[in-house]
């Protein structure tokens, strides 16, 4: 059965830091990883995609990395702002099926 | 882009009733749609699996009866809560995964808040 689990489960920092958002996986025999947004109380909003055969995705100020050998992603937060403060989920996909982490609480503080 | 609405988005109810949730693909057609269950500061758990014209498959520990799920359409998946009760309160949250592409493309409903006094 997959395992997803992030670290840390808060964070908070002072605006302008860079970040990063650690998620681990029990099985490595993945088709993708997933990282989402979250705001209180909303759905999901898709940051960023994986492949199992990529390495790395980049969207903006943000960068996602895959190590699916390790079972390990980072999502990279570059000059992080105050609209930023959300939770932020890792999901990999195994099948047709979506396992998330539970999250790590961001604060970024202005 | 693809976009998935429920309705409602929250609603409260007294312990007993029972809540129906709906779940639209607006823009695409969805072969499979998935409901999702989040408690308060928790991830998001699966509950079951419904593709269009059959039986939902439900995950273990997921009361089939309790929580009935109908997908009669490429567009519309319904999941209703029956005799709800507080401990049922939870954040239930739907996608739809589009027809033709991978399991990778699943679009996320807003989500609906369920509270049940």
């Known amino acids: 059965k997959q395992e997803v689990t992030q670290i840390p489960a808060a964070l908070s920092v002072p605006e302008g830091e860079n970040l990063v958002l650690n998620c681990s996986f029990t099985d490595s025999a993945i088709y993708n990883l997933q990282w989402f947004r979250q705001d209180p109380g909303k759905g999901l909003t898709s940051l960023l995609l994986?492949?199992?055969?990529?390495r790395e995705q980049t969207s903006g100020r943000l960068n996602a990395s895959l190590d699916k050998s390790s079972g390990r992603s980072t999502l990279y937060i570059a000059a992080s702002q105050p609209g930023d403060s959300a939770t932020y989920l890792c999901?990999?996909?195994?099948?047709?099926?979506?396992?998330f982490g539970e999250g790590t609480q961001l604060t970024v503080n202005p | 882009g693809a976009v998935v609405s429920q309705h409602p988005s929250w609603v409260i109810c007294k312990s007993g009733t029972s809540v129906k949730i709906e779940c639209r693909s607006l823009?695409?057609?969805?072969?499979?749609m998935f409901w999702y269950r989040q408690f308060p500061k928790q991830s998001l758990m699966l509950m079951a699996t419904?593709?269009?014209?059959?039986?939902?498959?439900?995950e273990q520990g997921v009361e089939k009866d309790k929580f009935l799920i109908n997908h009669a359409s490429l567009t519309l998946s319904t999941l209703t809560v029956t005799s709800a009760h507080p401990e049922d309160s939870s954040f239930y949250i739907c996608?739809?995964?589009?027809?033709?592409?991978?399991?990778?493309?699943?679009?996320f409903g807003p989500g609906t808040r369920l509270t049940v006094l």
């Open positions: 994986i492949q199992s055969s990529q």
């Open positions: 999901a990999v996909c195994s099948g047709s099926r979506l396992t």
């Open positions: 419904s593709n269009e014209g059959s039986k939902a498959t439900y």
């Open positions: 823009d695409f057609q969805a072969t499979t």
């Open positions: 996608s739809a995964e589009a027809r033709g592409q991978g399991a990778d493309t699943q679009y």
